[in-house]
């Protein structure tokens, strides 16, 4: 699937963003400031865990060749970051090549203008000519950054400064950090939108899906990757998760364990297939909660996973909708067509993987392996995979984008699912929010490339 994936890329698309299967031809898209060859960046590490040598070469030649950094548009400091320099910084890490690594580096100092605030809470889009920056015109009348996307910069950022020796990028996230452990929070939850004037919460919006997902992650990931040494993330990451449980965690009628969404106190009792990562997350978690937590929350990851899992099986394809909602006696389906569709996303195959690692019970395998034939079914198409339409038909209306995350993700994670432990292993690897691999940073590692 990654050779059909990225040969169907280069034949149609090569140096473009993405391919549009149908149309055979390349999309560049608005989220990367000019930025070109995305799906190259993000499928760097897939081919080469996959050991498809060939094609690593025929990827790494183009960013050698023609990479280039020197573009003016406005760009997600978000998608970016962990596309980009997620790709950049992972290749470096398996190859040691230095081309990875001293692109890594300069792509990372053009988004340092995001940062210039009064808070230090970067805004969301950077222009790369100007060095100016601005919030995204959607989010909260204009002026709010976003959770999930200034909250997931620790990683990448951390390993910038440890590969440049420049001690800005490790300032910039470690401010980011301060300013949410001082913040009041609302029941202890983490609402979405914070202003990046003001440092205030902008709406009382909560969610472990789209616009809060990875701040969550990369709190119990920034404590892996520091070898168990950063507590603040340490606690930081188990308070939430307390807090999580207390308001938004449910049971449907029909025994499905969801987290829902939370505005201002009334919960939409939806979950969206964003939030499916966070059985993954849980389990990653549960070894290091509080002893009597750990059963309870290796437990929760499970019947989490079990939901997302069930979103996949009562659809027509048996792959699972944007988003599912659990009322009146219909759960775990998608309630209206504007969220029936399927985008190749990742984030279930995810959790089946840290699910088998934890536990290898085979039915995430199994699992995994279910949506691997449905993949292959209706997403497949003469020229690349696609996104549909709706999971409810069996006639799929593809969506004509081959997203670099299938070829990032998805397949990784497949992948890992049916390989042995010691591929990329947990003790020695964290995965950014892309599924680029970062190294842990155990005291004996000298930080240098070469894996």
């Known amino acids: 699937m990654m050779q059909f994936a990225w040969q169907s890329y280069k034949r149609y698309a090569m140096g473009k963003n993405e391919l549009r299967p149908l149309t055979r031809d390349g999309y560049e898209g608005n989220m990367f400031g000019g930025l070109s060859g995305a799906t190259v960046i993000d499928s760097l590490d897939t081919l080469y865990l996959m050991e498809l040598k060939e094609e690593f070469q025929e ?112 300032e910039k996230v470690r401010n980011i950090r301060k300013v949410l452990r001082d913040i009041d929070k609302p029941f202890g939850l983490y609402p979405n939108f914070l202003s990046p004037v003001s440092g205030n919460w902008m709406q009382h919006h909560v969610s472990v899906g789209g616009l809060g997902d990875s701040f969550y992650e990369y709190l119990i990931k920034s404590w892996l990757m520091s070898a168990k040494t950063d507590m603040e993330a340490k606690d930081m990451y188990y308070e939430a998760l307390e807090a999580i449980e207390t308001h938004l965690l449910n049971v449907s009628p029909g025994g499905l364990t969801y987290i829902a969404e939370w505005r201002g106190g009334i919960l939409d009792h939806k979950m969206g297939h964003l939030a499916c990562f966070s059985g993954g997350m849980i389990a990653l978690g549960a070894e290091d909660a509080k002893e009597e937590k750990r059963a309870h929350y290796r437990e929760l990851a499970a019947q989490i996973t079990k939901t997302c899992h069930e979103s996949y099986a009562r659809s027509d394809t048996k792959l699972g909708p944007e988003a599912f909602w659990f009322n009146s006696g219909r759960e775990a389906v998608a309630t209206q067509t504007s969220e029936s569709y399927y985008i190749l996303r990742p984030e279930v195959v995810e959790s089946y993987m840290y699910l088998w690692r934890q536990t290898h019970d085979p039915i995430y395998r199994e699992w995994g392996w279910e949506v691997v034939m449905a993949l292959e079914k209706y997403c497949r198409t003469e020229a690349g995979f696609s996104g549909i339409q709706d999971v409810y038909s069996k006639v799929p209306d593809h969506d004509n984008k081959q997203q670099t995350f299938f070829l990032a993700e998805t397949l990784k994670y497949l992948y890992l699912l049916f390989s042995e432990d010691d591929m990329l292993s947990l003790e020695d690897w964290v995965f950014n929010t892309e599924a680029h691999p970062l190294p842990v940073s155990h005291p004996d590692s000298s930080g240098r490339g070469g894996a």
């Open 59 to 170: 990827a790494k030649a183009w960013v050698e060749e023609s990479f280039h950094l020197n573009v003016s548009g406005e760009a997600s400091l978000f998608e970016v970051n962990i596309r980009y320099i997620g790709g950049l910084l992972s290749a470096f890490y398996l190859t040691g090549e230095e081309v990875f690594r001293i692109k890594a580096i300069k792509l990372g100092e053009k988004l340092l203008p995001a940062f210039d605030t009064p808070t230090g809470i970067p805004k969301g889009v950077v222009n790369f000519k100007s060095g100016s920056n601005r919030s995204w015109g959607w989010a909260v009348a204009g002026g709010s950054s976003i959770l999930a996307e200034f909250g997931s910069l620790h990683l990448e950022f951390l390993h910038l400064t440890q590969l440049s020796g420049n001690q800005v990028f490790a």
